[in-house]
């Protein structure tokens, strides 16, 4: 087996650690012998998850890995048919396989485990040929949420009787206004739309006010029995401190399916008939401009073409850079883009624990690391060690999670997850506008797009990370920001997540 998948690497199969599953592998004529085993990080990881898988996928995969070899000139195979596939025993990670031909381009596999006892039989498998350049141009686990036009949905699909309007009616939809929930009649309308006001004051206070104003809102709303077959249509603006709110009524949808939809405007009026078009498209979300209703959807990326050079450029500033995820990302940019100096803030600084290690493991790497104990929230810290230690490159890497369902989240537990991702980004940003940057990248998260129940508040801080990196962007400032799903680090807000909720994201389809 040495060079096994090193050899199959080069014919297009790019399997990963947890794929590497097989052990030995022997050839009787037709017929194909096999040892497969997961690897032990993999198996460790499966037992705590028997239930969900009967036999483990990276193991399933493992067992066709002899048939592939031996044959270099051949096209990579992929599958496209199963026929007959039984399962008698779960819980396996270890296993013995035959594979023999079951006729033309049909081949059947037994499995068993280690004692010889049945574990999975496939009557057929039928696989087809692909090119090495198709799998190695297949899409990555990388997306992009783009607006997508609904055909159809304008044109007085939807009923504009029975609406009414909570706050004011800055769109002029011509409804029943009540000035708040507790004022609306029975019987409760069948619809009723409120509009997310602009906030004054500076950014980070705007959307911190902002955010509490619509929590109390809809804490109330969802609480109040009387509401409870009613629908609320919430309509945002795409303002640096409306825009936000997207996360927080993303999360309440995730935690209270089919009772809101959110319609994202451009700023100019909505009219009746659009937002009764938009609500009757049963959409959670939507976004209306120059009179046509679109709905965001994630799209895998596959136009991104490999970067001769890195784009970032040294000193780089790290925020929660002595964090487990803060150090990750130095390695990397040490080890894939050659960076050399590094500015790595915390709150603690060189007292964090990690922050010698990490700052070994730098120099090893031949790269020296500044590490400042800083708030980045705190205008007048950051603007001195900008002062100190002039950068060319961000990563704003800094967070902190305080989940809760959004009924039971109070003003100050929005503020203590706001702070370290709305303040300190706006700080960044302020603060860095004479440096000429190559680089500003923000570390958002996938709660803020799907999947946010019970992280309301940090859905909303992330989406402002989103919406920062648009606005500075359209303003001709570089910016990416990346909403990152889980990370598989045992430190730092991913340390937080016991094994039910990373089971719970398994399930989801989520995985670390």
């Not at 019987?187 to 409120?194: I, K, L």
Request: contains cysteine.
């Amino acid at each position: 087996m040495a060079g096994a998948y090193d050899e199959l690497a080069d014919r297009g199969y790019a399997y990963g650690t947890a794929f590497q599953g097989l052990l030995a592998a022997w050839r009787r004529g037709a017929e194909t012998y096999a040892e497969v085993a997961l690897p032990a990080q993999t198996a460790q990881a499966a037992e705590s998850d028997a239930r969900t898988f009967g036999i483990h996928p990276a193991l399933l995969d493992a067992c066709w890995h002899a048939l592939l070899l031996g044959d270099p000139e051949g096209s990579p195979m992929i599958p496209f048919a199963w026929t007959g596939v039984a399962l008698q025993a779960e819980g396996v990670s270890h296993v013995r396989v035959r594979i023999a031909p079951a006729g033309p381009d049909t081949t059947a596999m037994t499995v068993a485990d280690q004692a010889g006892k049945p574990v999975a039989s496939v009557a057929g498998l039928v696989a087809r040929p692909v090119s090495a350049q198709q799998l190695s141009a297949a899409p990555r686990s990388l997306y992009r949420v783009t607006q997508t036009a609904l055909p159809g949905a304008v044109g007085g699909i939807g009923d504009t009787d029975g609406w009414a309007v909570l706050g004011a009616d800055v769109h002029d939809l011509g409804h029943r206004v009540y000035a708040e929930p507790g004022v609306v009649p029975d019987p409760v309308p069948r619809f009723v739309t409120y509009d997310c006001p602009a906030i004054d004051g500076t950014v980070p206070e705007a959307v911190r006010t902002a955010t509490c104003d619509l929590l109390v809102l809809l804490a109330g709303w969802l609480e109040e029995p009387r509401f409870a077959e009613a629908h609320l249509v919430l309509t945002v603006g795409e303002h640096l401190t409306q825009a936000p709110l997207a996360g927080l009524v993303r999360a309440a949808q995730a935690e209270h399916p089919g009772r809101i939809t959110l319609v994202r405007t451009t700023g100019s009026p909505v009219n009746a008939g659009l937002l009764a078009d938009a609500a009757a498209t049963g959409e959670p979300e939507l976004a209306i401009a120059d009179g046509e209703i679109h709905a965001p959807r994630l799209t895998r990326i596959t136009d991104l073409e490999p970067s001769g050079e890195s784009a970032l450029l040294g000193p780089v500033l790290i925020t929660g850079g002595t964090g487990g995820l803060g150090a990750l990302v130095a390695r990397h940019l040490a080890v894939r883009h050659g960076i050399r100096e590094f500015v790595l803030l915390s709150r603690r600084g060189p007292q964090a624990p990690e922050a010698g290690r990490i700052q070994e493991e730098l120099a090893q790497l031949g790269a020296t690391a500044a590490i400042v104990a800083c708030d980045a929230a705190d205008r007048a810290e950051l603007a001195e060690v900008l002062e100190r230690h002039p950068v060319r490159s961000v990563v704003h890497a800094a967070g902190v999670v305080d989940n809760a369902v959004l009924t039971s989240l109070t003003p100050e537990r929005v503020a203590a997850v706001l702070r370290p991702k709305v303040d300190a980004a706006w700080n960044l940003h302020e603060l860095t506008a004479g440096h000429d940057l190559a680089a500003f990248v923000l570390f958002s998260s996938s709660a803020g797009i799907l999947l946010g129940a019970g992280q309301s508040n940090y859905a909303t801080a992330n989406v402002f990370l989103d919406e920062l990196a648009a606005y500075r962007r359209a303003n001709g400032l570089p910016a990416l920001s990346l909403a990152w799903g889980l990370w598989d680090e045992g430190s730092g807000m991913a340390g937080g997540l016991d094994e039910m909720g990373r089971q719970r994201m398994r399930r989801l389809g989520m995985p670390a």
